[in-house]
């Protein structure tokens, strides 16, 4: 049974860091891109970051590029999402999940969600 | 990049058959068979329902299809049932290699 466990979140004041972690298991994880979405209280899903299966290609949403950092750990199952200079439009539920097929990040498995709050 | 335009709501009683579009630009939709579809449920994650257009996941009901024309993209939803009733949001790969969302659709089944 394929499961994503993200953890991480949690209340942290403007200008400052997280770190979201997520833990795959259930399937082989190198074999298939991630993403990281999130979703604000009351608004759609927004596509933040994206990996491929072996770390090479990387992609974020502009409104996070130079402040986020996504990595995998292919050998641990594991994926971050390093997040710098937090902004209160970063708050959300922030989800993992994986790709179905490879290309155009159509996501099928999706964690429980992390919730991070950016306020003072 | 801009969010996909999704109508904001429609209904329809059950058994009936709803279509729900999606528009984008040639830079999203039209660029690709990249389009997927997305039910999510009140407090839940967003479940995939439609990939590449009018694929469909194991175990997702073939009452369920998409489609595409040019920079537009559709989700037909057959025989309505009342679980049915969710907000729906599309989404497409970009040619950044991105993936852009639609602002969602709210489906009440009567």
């Known amino acids: 049974e394929v499961q994503l466990l993200e953890s991480g979140g949690g209340l942290v004041q403007p200008g400052g860091s997280l770190r979201l972690s997520c833990a795959a298991s259930?399937?082989?994880?190198?074999?298939?891109?991630m993403s990281w979405v999130r979703q604000a209280p009351g608004k759609g899903p927004e596509w933040v970051s994206g990996?491929?299966?072996?770390?090479?290609?990387?992609y974020y949403v502009d409104s996070v590029k130079g402040r986020f950092t996504i990595s995998r750990d292919n050998s641990k199952n594991t994926m971050k999402l390093q997040m710098n200079n937090l902004r209160a439009e970063d708050t959300a539920v922030y989800y993992c999940?994986?790709?179905?097929?490879?290309?155009?990040?159509?996501?099928?498995?999706w964690g429980q969600g992390t919730l991070v709050t950016v306020s003072s | 990049q801009s969010a996909l335009t999704q109508p904001a709501s429609v209904s329809a009683s059950p058994g009936q058959s709803i279509t729900i579009s999606c528009t984008g630009t040639?830079?999203?939709?039209?660029?690709?068979?990249?389009v997927s579809w997305y039910q999510q449920h009140p407090g839940k994650a967003p479940k995939l329902m439609i990939y590449?257009?009018?694929n469909r996941p194991s175990g997702v009901s073939n009452r369920f299809s998409g489609s595409k024309s040019g920079n537009t993209a559709s989700l037909t939803i057959s025989g309505l049932l009342t679980e049915d009733e969710a907000d729906y949001y599309c989404?497409?790969?970009?040619?950044?290699?991105?993936?852009?969302f639609g602002g969602g659709t709210k489906l009440t089944v009567l």
């Open positions: 999940a994986k790709e179905i097929v490879s290309g155009g990040w159509p996501l099928d498995y």
């Open positions: 259930g399937f082989s994880f190198s074999d298939f891109a």
């Open positions: 990996i491929s299966g072996s770390g090479g290609d990387i």
């Open positions: 040639s830079s999203d939709i039209g660029a690709y068979n990249y």
């Open positions: 590449e257009v009018s």
């Open positions: 989404a497409s790969c970009t040619t950044s290699s991105t993936l852009v």
